[in-house]
């Protein structure tokens, strides 16, 4: 092989190396990247939407302590505002499964929160339950924490996954980046190799025909240089071998 093509080649080997680990990394680095966004799209919106429910149920119970107290219009009107923010939540809820039996859950949501609604619902003012704390702790109570429990196993049932799948794309950003430092590696040993190589085919032959043309200037030895490779230096080795022999055939 000729010299260029040699020196070309681990050129090539070496960008090729390099090339190939960059494209793994951007690949495994813009899939971590989708499902980051996956992630905040998905369980962030689950746990947002729980926020919104837990809220609205506060408001709500505040709006039943309102009733008990006789404070009807400004107790149905917290009730209202708080049933639809409720409701507002549930339904981002409920279009949003994206985790085995996640469904389950937010059905359990809907199951207690209709019968904690129909708690509420019914009149308070004017009837015996006005100022009857007690029917609040025995009923409405039970049935608020129950609620707000469902909402709750939602909330964490997100939070969960979410800490599963950070933990995966922790692993997949370390994945990404085993290519570059694989490549990095590789790229050093095989720069170690390379050198070795052309030392051994390029510089070495060249010090031999230096030394033998120094050794024939020098001492009138005779030029006696054999170059192993089939390459430009032997050429030049034998060049230098027709050069020296003419000259001393003129002597």
């Given amino acids: 092989m000729r010299l260029k093509y040699k020196i070309l080649s681990g050129f090539i080997i070496l960008s090729v190396m390099l090339i190939v680990a960059g494209i793994i990394s951007i690949l495994e680095l813009t899939h971590v990247g989708k499902s980051v966004q996956d992630l905040l799209d998905d369980n962030y919106k689950s746990i947002d939407a729980s926020n919104t429910m837990l809220e609205a149920l506060e408001r709500e119970d505040s709006g039943i302590l309102l009733l008990i107290l006789g404070r009807w219009e400004e107790g149905r009107r917290t009730i209202q505002q708080a049933d639809s923010l409720f409701i507002e939540g549930y339904n ?3 279009t949003n499964l994206t985790i085995p039996n996640e469904d389950i859950y937010v059905k359990n949501i809907d199951t207690k929160y209709k019968e904690f609604k129909n708690k509420w619902i019914k009149p308070i003012v004017g009837t015996k339950r006005e100022g009857d704390l007690e029917w609040y702790y025995e009923n409405h109570n039970k049935s608020f924490i129950e609620v707000k429990n469902a909402v709750k196993d939602l909330m964490d049932l997100n939070h969960n996954t979410m800490y599963n799948t950070g933990s995966n794309l922790k692993k997949r950003a370390q994945r990404a980046v085993m290519p570059g430092i694989v490549a990095i590696i590789a790229a050093i040993l095989f720069s170690l190799i390379f050198s ?13 025909i230096a030394k033998g043309i120094n050794d024939y200037n020098d001492y009138n030895k005779p030029f006696h240089v054999e170059v192993e490779t089939n390459d430009e230096i032997k050429d ?9 022999f003419k000259k001393s055939q003129e002597k």
């Fill in 92 to 94: 981002v809820a409920k």
């Fill in 196 to 208: 070795y190589f052309i030392h051994y085919y390029v510089i070495k032959p060249l010090m031999k």
């Fill in 236 to 244: 030049i080795c034998e060049a230098i071998k027709r050069l020296l």
